[in-house]
RNA sequence: GGGUGAUUAGCUCAGUGGUAGAGCGCUUCGUUCACAUCGAAGAUGUCGGGAGUUCGAAUCUCUCAUCACCCA
């Protein structure tokens, strides 16, 4: 039965991905057969993602490596996994809740993380299927997870990344890479957590700015400008007793705590120190100098809300101003039971302040201060403004700095040696422009915060207790409760209140000491560190603990996080008893990413992948990541094993659409990379992903393009059937010894196989996998099957027993070897041709990868070949464009023909007359005048067809053709005459440029002849 | 504002000092038994502008213009 004329690729794929992964090709170390390791990390998708055509583009270049390197023999690993994305994996269960009209907070935190598992167990999986659809060979047997392992982690999620996590916590703790802290952070209002720095998107926004004024107190007043002079020095003042301060954000000022005017400002210098009055709320708040204020901007005067802006924060710390807080988690206003604002303000004013803006949203807390400013006449103006406003890149939300307790990697710490390997090509970054931004950020890197007020995710190993009293302290409790007992029993009332408020004070005092800190792997280990500090029994609670259940609101209130246990207690007991209580925050997703290359491979344990696969070799990953995920994995790997993650790091550009867009959903420009391949088939998808793999330069993706690839898919497919047809594989070795052929087409096929060989693998090598891909495409379309095939057909169809079987031998190498070399890229296609076309002891994909290289080169055959070549396109040309019928077989006339002509034409006189449709060919002294002229190297050749030929169109044929050889002609002449160039250039060049000077000589002054035997007939 | 990169055929892009290229599209011709998801032939370029280094520049340097991205 025939082949047939294409490959299903819709059939076929699923097909031959089972057939690989149930022959466990796929397995680490599968086809190994030599000692050198070679392994890369997926980076790990979310748990929550699907395939986007950047994962598709990032994984075809990954299988690419990795089946190149198995073939090769390589020990290969490529280590597939997802992480557990605490943001958006909430997001994506809370929606589900959503839908039953349910929230997070119905459920207890262990309930709400059963659904969380029990969502990733029926769609977590969602991403490895796509992968296996792009033909991903993975090990999947090894797929990782970073939450594998966690505590309440279901069957089937065992693992121990969750082990890895909490021990580099412990481990960075100890050596002081991580600490606790209140600052202010970038706050998401929607999720009610902290995220970090690179989480936060600016987006330019259309807003206002709203000029204010503040009353100056104690009667001070300044001159304010109001006309100017051509140079633009003020001409006209106006007396002022308020200050006019211009904010894009209204509503952050019931926290203000200053005023910041620039030390040299003439303006306001001789205020600095004095105070303003704060509208709303009558706080007395200080004008300080600070070079942040820029007299140029707004009004020279800028209000100062160090807990809400980081810039303000800064002012603050230089110039100790408070610090006061007054929105809750969610971004409303916050003045009710908040006495860090009451403080110091009117009583009355606050009053109405909170009646009029307590506990509503940020938004609607500005406009109701505008009115306010309005109906009070301290709104100065309102301009509009274009400004940048920070995003959580998830919520989409405005974020809102907020001054909270964060847990914080001290990055400045661990940066060195990460900084160190790349300065030092331990680690590579290509291209390598991205080693500038690498080092740019850095060199300016800031405290990562690591803590998030999630519940999915790796929970903070840290436990608190309560602050150990003083020995006085202690024993002035345990006196005062034995006293109440008594006063109890006495029934004294006076007593006992006096007893209370001694018992309160003393109370405070212990309040105001440091909660105890535990930091340690594993229940017992905290325990046991406990019972050593305190000296008594400890109990722990694992969380669901009061403090967990507080809102994050109410946790704020809480301040320093004081746990259940106050302090030592002083009842009358022999033995005492501590609790402690468990940080309920979750660290950033990101830090576990941070772990990958060591956590899939088992760390902390010492497996035997860890000691074989690690370092691991390449990491393949888009530049959004450089921050969030390789920098910080050269500084954990660095910082916890003390040994690089990676020796490359090769970094790809973005996919974007055919009109050079980035892909997004809103702009409903994304091409769905399995929609393509249901359409194109996955080959076609990843080969042009490869062939436009140019570093540094993003892709412009068009199906016209992916149509394109799917053809030479279809290309190939049909070589191979036109082999197949013609029995070339039947007795066929398939050893894969290269062939020793005779025939001169034979032999130099071999040699341009060999060629490509080479040039795929040193394209590889150097991870240019356009060149790569682009190599094949011209050698399997270009050579194989546009000359190859068809000079085999003489041979095949007419030739006798030896050349016949010499040819088919032949030809069953090539295509083998293009299967081979094109494995990597189209792994379906080839794979699928390979079975068919014989029975194999392997598969292809644990084909042998070659090694032949120029020695296959038979310069002889090289040499005739292309004069073959070019001899029948000059023919086709000269035919076409004389209008000489397609299907007519045309006699030749030859002259002069050299002795190498000679031989070639007669080695080859079949080729040319089928492939440029000759009917013979004829020897003469001088070729007649009405004829078609072919100046070839060695040679005049004419077609005599003066009643078919139009004598002007033939003269300017080749007069056309003369310019372009003379035009040539005139720069490489010019070049030689000059004879600073034969003196500095290198020889090998001046050499090329003679010998290519004397044969577009040689060809220029036949075409003269040739012209001249027209001009007669005219 | 700071940084990085780009500008080459109608389109998308290769090409880092030595004869300007590919694919797609376009025009003309062709169903000869691998393939019409095909074959043959053809047209199309002041390599963004300017200056410099060099025997020689698309390529190196400077400068200008435009665009893109990243960071503030």
Known sequence: MPMEKTFNAAEAEARLYDAWEKAGCFKAGANASRPETFCIMIPPPNVTGSLHMGHAFNNTLQDILVRWHRMRGFDTLWQPGQDHAGIATQMVVERELAKEGKSRRDFTREEFLAKVWEWKGQSGGTIINQLKRLGASCDWSRNAFTMSGAPNAPAGEEGNFHDAVIKVFVDMYDKGYIYRGKRLVNWDPHFETAISDLEVEQVEVDGHMWRLRYALENGE?????????????????????????????????????????????????????????????????????????DPEKGTGAVKITPAHDFNDWEVGQRTNLRAINVMTTRAAMFLKDNPEFAEGCDPDLVA???????????????????????????????????????????????????????WFVDTAKIVGPALDAVRKGETKILPEQHEKVYFHWLENIEPWCISRQLWWGHQIPVWYGPPLASKELSQRSYDLIAQMDAAEIEKDKAKQDEIWS?????????????????????????????????????????????????????????????????????????????????DPDVLDTWFSSGLWPIGTLGWPEQTDELNKYFPTDVLITGFDIIFFWVARMMMMQLAVVDRIPFHTVYVHALVRDEKGKKMSKSLGNVLDPLELIEEYGADAVRFTLTSMAAMGRDLKLSTQRIAGYRNFGTKLWNAARFAEMNGVFEGYARDGTVPQPTETVNKWIVGETARVRQTVDEALAAYRFNDAANALYAFVWGKVCDWYVEFSKPLLLDGSEAERAETRATMAWVIDQ?????????????????????????????????????????????????????????????????????????????????????????????????????????????????????????????????????????????????????????????????????????????????????????????????????????
């Open 221 to 293: 007043t300044y001159e304010h400008p109001v006309e100017w002079d051509e140079d633009g020095n003020p001409t006209a003042h106006e007396t002022r007793d308020y200050l006019v301060v211009a904010t894009t954000r209204p509503e952050t000022m019931l926290g203000d705590t200053g005023v910041a005017v620039h030390p040299d400002d003439p303006r306001y210098r001789h205020l600095i120190g004095k105070t303003v009055r704060l509208p709303l709320c009558g706080r007395s708040i200080p004008i300080v100098a600070d070079e942040y204020a």
């Open 352 to 406: 109405k302040a909170i009646e009029r803006l307590d506990g509503i949203d940020r938004y609607e807390a500005r406009e109701a201060i505008i009115n306010e400013a309005t109906d009070d006449g301290w709104l100065d103006g309102i301009d509009s403004d274009r400004h940048m406003v920070p995003h959580g890149d998830r919520s989409k939300t405005a974020i809102e700095p907020y001054l909270t307790d964060q």
């Open 502 to 582: 001694e018992l309160d004070q003393v109370l405070r005092q212990l309040e105001t000491q440091e909660t105890i800190l535990f930091c340690a792997s594993s229940e017992n280990e905290v325990q046991k560190q406990a019972e050593k500090f305190y000296g008594c029994p400890v109990t722990i609670d694992w969380g669901g603990s009061d403090i967990a259940d507080l809102s994050t609101q109410q946790r704020y209130r809480l301040g320093n996080r004081q746990s259940g246990g106050w302090y030592k207690s002083g009842n009358s007991q022999s033995v005492d008893v501590v609790n402690l209580e468990r």
């Open 818 to 1018: 293009c299967l081979i070399l094109l494995h990597p890229m189209m792994p379906f296609i080839t794979e699928e041709l390979w079975g068919t076309l014989g029975t194999r002891p392997k598969m292809l994909v644990h084909a042998d990868w070659p090694t032949y290289g120029p020695e296959l080169v038979d310069p002889a055959a090289d040499r005739e070949m292309n004069w073959v070549i070019g001899l029948i396109e000059e023919i086709r040309s000269a035919r076409a464009q004389m209008h000489v019928p397609a299907g007519l077989h045309v006699p030749v006339l030859q002259t002069g023909l050299d002795a190498a002509g000679r031989d070639a034409w007669a080695r080859n006189e079949a080729l040319v007359k089928r492939l440029a449709r000759v009917e013979s060919l004829t020897e003469v002294d001088t070729l007649p005048k009405g004829c078609v002229t072919i100046a070839v190297e060695g040679g005049t050749f004419a077609l005599p067809l003066a009643d078919i030929i139009d004598v002007g169109e033939e003269k300017a044929r080749l007069e056309k053709t003369l310019a372009k050889l003379e035009k040539e002609l005139g720069g490489l002449t010019g070049r030689l005459k000059n004879p600073k160039f034969v003196e500095s250039a290198p020889e090998e060049v001046v050499e090329e440029t003679r010998d290519l000077a004397a044969a577009k000589t040689d060809e220029a002054a036949k075409l003269r002849t040739a012209l001249e035997r027209l001009a007669e007939l005219a």
